[in-house]
């Protein structure tokens, strides 16, 4: 079964530089999760969108912001990355965010490490 | 914050039912139990989840008690790859709700 797609698998920047995670959530599923989890932590929730509308945020600085495109992809940008962005992102997808009890199924993640 | 407890380490031998204990007393009437597991740095792996009654799937059972407030997993022959931290989270459905919110997991180790 297709599951969530996310790119880079691995993803090298420098301090002050930026960066484009990709999410690709599993066919027909129209909502998305992003999730950070830095090393030694649990995944903590940064942002949802619901059919390209935000629907939901945590603790997501300001330096960073997502979309999800019409064909329900996301991407999270993230600019004047700092040391302490090094972390696994990961995107999870499950269908109809509104009134469901359908699981989220979870990409594999993008390691980003920022020196 | 996560609405959940759950001790932070448990052993098991290999081939023996592991057995997953979780809190949450303060669940609400139309919040779900789901269990999640990393393993290693993967992504989190859907196990099963449930409203009230009893489920099983391929992978584990889940005993929720008749007043919700705790839960139990059970990996029924446990192996080496089922080593993992397992989540148990409290979800809603609607809207803002329907996010996962990971607490700190319980750190199960199966022993050869």
């Known amino acids: 079964a297709a599951g969530v797609i996310q790119s880079p698998r691995h993803l090298i920047k420098e301090k002050r530089e930026t960066a484009t995670l990709k999410c690709y959530p599993i066919p027909r599923h129209d909502t998305v999760y992003w999730y950070q989890q830095g090393p030694g932590q649990d995944p903590q929730f940064l942002i949802s969108?619901?059919?390209?509308?935000?629907?939901d945020k945590g603790s997501i600085p300001d330096r960073f912001s997502a979309q999800q495109f019409s064909d329900y992809h996301s991407e999270l940008n993230m600019s004047s990355l700092e040391l302490g962005d090094s972390a696994l992102y990961f995107c999870?997808?499950?269908?109809?965010?509104?009134?469901?009890?359908?699981?989220?199924?979870f990409g594999n993640g993008t390691r980003l490490t920022v020196t | 914050d996560a609405k959940t407890t759950q001790p932070p380490s448990m052993d098991c031998a290999e081939g023996r039912a592991a057995n997953l204990p979780c809190n949450h007393s303060t669940i609400s009437g139309n919040e779900y139990v789901y269990w999640y597991r990393q393993i290693h740095s993967q992504g989190p792996q859907y196990i099963i989840h449930g409203l009230k009654n009893n489920e099983t799937n391929e992978m584990a059972s889940l005993i929720i008690t008749e007043d919700r407030k705790s839960s139990t997993l059970i990996l029924p022959h446990a192996t080496l790859r089922d080593t993992a931290v397992y989540y148990c989270i409290v979800r809603g459905h609607t809207g803002a709700n329907s996010k996962l919110t990971f607490g700190k997991g319980i750190t199960l180790s199966v022993r050869p």
């Open positions: 969108f619901y059919e390209k509308m935000q629907s």
């Open positions: 999870a997808s499950s269908p109809s965010g509104w009134q469901n009890n359908s699981p989220l199924h």
